[in-house]
């Protein structure tokens, strides 16, 4: 066992001996707050979130753990309280599980983004089991009179060796209420784990597949109203006027009036981007009679600022590529000294389309906003940063505030921005009334806070023995420059120059599952295998020999560049070792893609096979390594759904602008991938190395557009460049 | 505003509603069934699914006052005690990641193997084909449908 610093302030353990049955609490608030910037959640900082873990022993033995993160589909409800289980050394079967509630005092970094729920977590958790079964031992040795150390436990047991004392943490969970909270746990071994690496369903199962209520949209109260909301048809306008006395007689409508979201006094956090300050709010008795009344309100609106089109931004994209910025992101040798010298030189632009993130289930509020206090329930990930926006809006202290997570219908970064959230209070406090907001799919994927639109140009340069000389990425997206220039392959080039712009509109961008990484990898890896095929290198061979590099001799400070070379290269031997990598195989066409993000390493294989005169995407190998793997069977789920969302959406989604609107509202017209699309076989390997787990949330979409783009190529012998590839012409897929 | 007696999971059910309110706003608002999921509106998605007369159908757009004495099957009716065998092959093959769509996903499902219970796989994809999954559960959905079949 390892002895670890507790690293805990012990007045910060919150402990209730008050509890029925008188079951032991524990509460952990081992790290000072620490506020996020929307360039930390990008940027990924080592040290990013504080976690918490929180736990019941119940005199029957049963115990209680409360899941502190918001949980998306990234199944960290299962996974989070399996670390503390592990540690509290408490058999599965007897563990309940529960969502905490949003609660400063308790928890921190109750924050559901940047695949970083367990990997931050994970100390603290095993922490949080570890402490209480300190506490349990120590217990069981005062009542047995035996020294502490001659105390062991298993599964819920505490035995005593020597004199045959044994007794279930249950009997002891009074008793060890009243000792002192440890300085030093002993954490277990990984090789002792036995909940830790071991296939645990999700545990809101049965309730998902019964359809129990989970979600914010199946929120009913008691005298609870519906309320939806108006915005402007397009980004760059607001609102001018309306007349809504005719709408008001509707059936079943109670109210409809203008409302500012955002006052210009309102203390904004960043979650609140993107939010639209001024609203129409209509309520109602049902979703359908506001759904109805929605359709017959006339709202006039005015422009505000220019109504931007797709063609303007293309445009305005492809020009700032044209022009180096005024400082180079990261700079190392001379590229355009090895351009002049290289014997071939390859270069290509890649671009890819906004993006709506879509979750299946809209976003949505449940508010009840009295004088006295406030009371908000729904899908949120960023529960702790809409207190404190709702603090100022409502001009409530935050004591007086309580917001309390939902299960959500996804999230994929859409729910960061909680501004639907702050509507629905503001809503609540107007009709001083509970109410439910909902956004019809139209509302959700009109003003979303997307992915960027992006653009990035590549040139590389070889020598007469196809050894790479030079990289030089220029990158440019919409609100957002797109390059993490520290990342491959930087280090492993000798001239390397990495430039980046941003493009100010007032479509509204934000997180969407892999910022970045979501476009960058698959240009990157496209490319890479351009340029692998130049230097008439197998690419899987041009890379390892650029992971050499980087491991051997690596450009610049090693901890500059953001990537081990031994784990990207580890991930992409295995995954070369499991497909029986050949790059011609089988009569498939087959491409491989790598990437680092989110602290994990992933590489792919992918398998063109024929479909109808079209390509169809058959088997898929992946390669992980995100160290240890909590729970291989959501893991597996992770990775899968991330090949399919990558694959789906570089292939079919796209959502343009016309005047400042999106012209796709819905289903019929934004395209998803659906079941027919989807690879016939995904493989998932997982490096078994005992290295703290990272990401798992986000790594496995990123590279699958690269490994796509490059068995598309093999498949039709063409490259391409642009996103959505369906609308590429002749069609690439079907 | 009209009354409707309706047959949903085996239950009489009264409610007075306006004629155009869609079944599935019917079952979440006024009969408190919210296993039935919003996702479109415009049946595009296949969160709605529901079972008339056993066949799948998308309750988004299908008024109250064209059921008649059809009989509804919500997610919540499908089985007394969660365990049709869609349901037990969902849990055993754990397909579900956010979950969302999956009382939708399991509604066309059933409705498949009640009309066709030995589907090849591309029987399978097609019928599953309405039902988007945002997460890309797909992979394990076509598993799970499988071994539903068996059993």
């Known amino acids: ?734 | 505003m009209a009354t409707y007696t309706l047959n949903i999971n085996g239950k009489k059910q009264e409610v007075d509603v306006d004629p155009s309110t869609p079944i599935l706003w019917v079952l979440r608002d006024h009969l408190s069934l919210v296993g039935t999921k919003y996702g479109c509106g415009i049946a595009q998605c296949g969160a709605c699914t529901i079972h008339l007369d056993g066949k799948a159908t998308r309750s988004c757009v299908l008024p109250v006052s064209s059921i008649g004495e059809q009989k509804i099957t919500t997610i919540e009716g499908l089985s007394e005690n969660g365990d049709h065998p869609v349901q037990k092959a969902w849990l055993e093959v754990d397909v579900p990641q956010c979950g969302y769509c999956q009382a939708g996903q399991i509604m066309t499902a059933s409705a498949l193997l009640e009309s066709n219970p030995n589907p090849s796989d591309e029987e399978i994809e097609n019928a599953m084909n309405g039902n988007i999954c945002r997460c890309g559960t797909y992979l394990r959905i076509r598993k799970a449908v499988k071994m539903a079949a068996k059993s």
Request: aromatic share 8%; with cysteine.
């Open chain 1, 1 to 734: 066992m390892t002895l670890v610093k507790t690293k805990i302030g012990r007045r910060a353990f919150i402990r209730n001996t008050g509890l029925a049955g008188g079951g032991l609490v524990l509460g952990f608030n081992w790290l000072a707050s620490c506020k996020m910037t929307p360039e930390q959640v990008r940027s990924l900082p080592k040290e990013w979130f504080e976690l918490n873990g929180f736990l019941k022993v119940g005199d029957n033995g049963l115990v209680t753990i409360m899941s502190p993160n918001p949980e998306i589909g990234q199944n960290v409800k299962t996974a989070m309280p399996m670390i503390i289980a592990e540690e509290l050394d408490v058999a599965w079967k007897d563990v309940i599980v529960e969502q905490a509630p949003l609660n400063t005092t308790i928890f921190t970094r109750q924050l559901a983004g940047g695949s970083q729920s367990i990997r931050q977590g994970w100390e603290s958790l095993r922490m949080a089991g570890a402490t209480a079964r300190h506490m349990l031992k120590e217990a069981a040795a005062q009542a047995w009179q035996v020294p502490f150390s001659e105390i062991t436990t298993k599964e819920g047991q505490l035995m005593h060796e020597a004199s045959g004392k044994s007794a279930g943490f249950g009997e002891m969970a009074s008793a060890a209420t009243g000792i002192e909270v440890p300085e030093e746990v002993e954490l277990k071994e990984n090789t002792n784990f036995s909940i830790i690496g071991t296939d645990i369903k999700n545990v809101d199962g049965e309730k998902i597949v019964t359809g129990k209520p989970l979600f914010g949209l199946d929120v009913q109260r008691e005298g609870m109203l519906t309320a939806m909301i108006v915005h402007p048809p397009a980004f760059g306008m607001k609102y001018k006027g309306m007349n809504a006395e005719s709408v008001k007689s509707m059936p079943g409508i109670k109210d409809v009036f203008h409302f500012e979201v955002y006052p210009e006094d309102t203390e904004k956090q960043w979650s609140d981007g993107g939010g639209i300050p001024e609203l129409v709010a209509i309520v109602g008795n049902s979703t359908w009679e506001c759904m109805q009344a929605k359709k017959a309100l006339e709202v006039e609106w005015q422009e505000d600022s220019k109504l931007e089109s797709t063609a303007y931004h293309d445009e305005a994209l492809t020009a700032l590529l044209e022009k180096a910025p005024e400082q180079p992101a990261r700079k190392d040798g001379d590229v355009e000294a090895a351009f002049k010298k290289a014997a071939k030189i390859v270069e290509s632009t890649y671009s890819a389309p906004y993006l709506a993130h879509n979750t299946m289930e809209p976003m949505n509020f449940f508010a009840h906003v009295t004088p006295e206090k406030a009371e908000l329930l729904g899908p949120i990930q960023t529960p702790e940063f809409l207190e404190l926006t709702l603090a100022s809006r409502l001009g409530m202290p935050v004591e007086k505030i309580d917001v309390m997570m939902t299960r959500m219908g996804g999230g994929f970064g859409r729910r960061l921005y909680g501004t639907f959230a702050v509507e629905a209070a503001v809503i609540s406090q107007k009709m001083n009334a509970p109410i439910k907001l909902v956004y019809t799919r139209e509302d959700d994927m009109t003003q979303g806070t997307y992915r960027p639109a992006y653009k990035v140009k590549y040139k590389a340069g070889l020598d007469e023995k196809g050894n790479l000389i030079a990289w030089h990425v220029r990158g440019a997206g919409t609100n957002d420059d797109l390059i993490f220039e520290n990342r491959f392959p930087a280090g492993a080039v000798d001239n390397y120059l990495a430039e980046k712009h941003s493009l100010q509109t007032n479509v509204t961008t934000g997180a969407w599952r892999a910022p970045r990484s979501n476009f960058i990898a698959g240009a990157e890896q496209a490319f890479m295998d351009e340029v692998a095929e130049a230097s008439g290198k197998d690419p899987i061979e041009f890379r390892l020999e650029l992971f050499d590099r980087a491991i051997n001799n690596p450009v610049g400070e090693p901890e500059t560049n953001d990537y081990d070379p031994e784990r990207y290269a580890g991930v992409l031997k295995l995954v070369k070792e499991k497909s029986n990598w050949t790059s011609n195989a089988n009569g498939k066409s087959r491409g491989v893609s790598a990437y680092y993000c989110h602290n994990s390493y992933v590489a792919q294989v992918l398998d063109l096979e024929d479909g109808d005169g079209m390509p169809k995407v058959g088997k898929v190998w992946c390669a992980v390594d995100c160290g240890i793997v909590v729970n291989p069977l959501s893991a597996k789920n992770q990775v899968e759904g991330g090949i399919v969302d990558g694959i789906g959406h570089a292939t079919y989604s796209a959502l343009s602008f016309k005047d400042g609107k999106p012209e796709q509202s819905n289903f019929d017209r934004y395209r998803l991938i659906r079941n027919t699309e989807a690879p016939k076989e995904i493989e998932t390997f997982f490096v078994d190395n005992g290295i703290d787990p990272t990401g798992l949330g986000e790594p496995s979409l990123p590279p699958i557009v690269g490994a796509l783009a490059n068995a598309l190529y093999k498949a039709t012998g063409r490259r391409h460049y642009s996103q959505p590839f369906i609308n590429e012409r002749p069609p690439l897929v079907g």
